[in-house]
């Protein structure tokens, strides 16, 4: 089993759709996660870092359940800018990042 | 800008041949990454680096070297005995060891002839 597993996708929804993806994680040490978007070909970028309480910026909300390991990423409105593959981040305590797959999302007119 | 440069952006290995791909910040970060993708897969750590002169091997070291003679510079060598090289290999800095947030170059896709 991995360490991080992500949604297989991909997503393909329409304009202004609401779109989720999960991530899980199989070290209870975890200590930080993020998710980062990466486009075809180009490096990741970070998207934003999730935090235990739940958080939003803009059209993106992302939430933690430490207790089950996993998070969430939600997506409203979607933009055809918004196509992009999503990689989940987990951190251990040491610093040591382990990547999700990714789970690509197309949006289309 | 600061940033982070990778060269060269393609790079083709012809058998049997060692290859360097080069990593440069001037973010004055103390802590340089070295990953590979392969298609539809996330990022595996080759190395890592937390300061100059010191370096530590990641899940996928085997067929790779690296140094750290210079802060600002960090470069990979994928060497013979890495039997299938082709990929997407990115480089990624961050302030610390310990401070999470990778700042990525715009990575070197590495092809073998």
């Known amino acids: 089993r991995k360490e991080v597993e992500q949604d297989p996708g991909p997503f393909n929804v329409p304009e202004g759709a609401t779109v989720a993806f999960n991530c899980t994680y199989s070290?209870?040490?975890?200590?930080?996660f993020f998710w980062y978007r990466q486009d075809c070909r180009k490096e990741p970028k970070l998207l934003m870092s999730v935090y235990s309480s739940g958080n939003e910026d803009g059209r993106f909300t992302a939430q933690l359940n430490r207790a089950s390991q996993y998070i969430s990423l939600l997506i409203r409105d979607s933009k055809l800018s918004d196509s992009a593959t999503y990689l989940c981040v987990v951190n251990t305590n040491a610093g040591k990042s382990t990547f999700g797959d990714g789970t690509t999302l197309t949006v289309k007119p | 800008d600061g940033g982070i440069t990778q060269s060269p952006k393609y790079l083709f290995r012809k058998e049997g041949q060692n290859v360097t791909l080069s990593c440069e910040q001037n973010?004055?970060?103390?802590?340089m990454y070295w990953y590979r993708q392969d298609p539809g897969q996330g990022l595996r750590l080759i190395y890592y680096s937390q300061i100059v002169n010191d370096f530590q091997k990641g899940d996928i070291a085997e067929g790779y070297s690296v140094s750290r003679e210079k802060k600002e510079s960090f470069p990979l060598t994928v060497t013979s005995a890495q039997k299938n090289p082709t990929a997407f290999y990115l480089c990624?800095?961050?302030?610390?060891?310990?401070?999470?947030?990778?700042?990525f170059g715009p990575g070197t896709r590495l092809l073998v002839l």
């Open positions: 990624a800095s961050t302030p610390s060891r310990l401070q999470e947030t990778q700042y």
């Open positions: 973010l004055n970060h103390d802590a």
């Open positions: 070290n209870s040490a975890s200590q930080s």
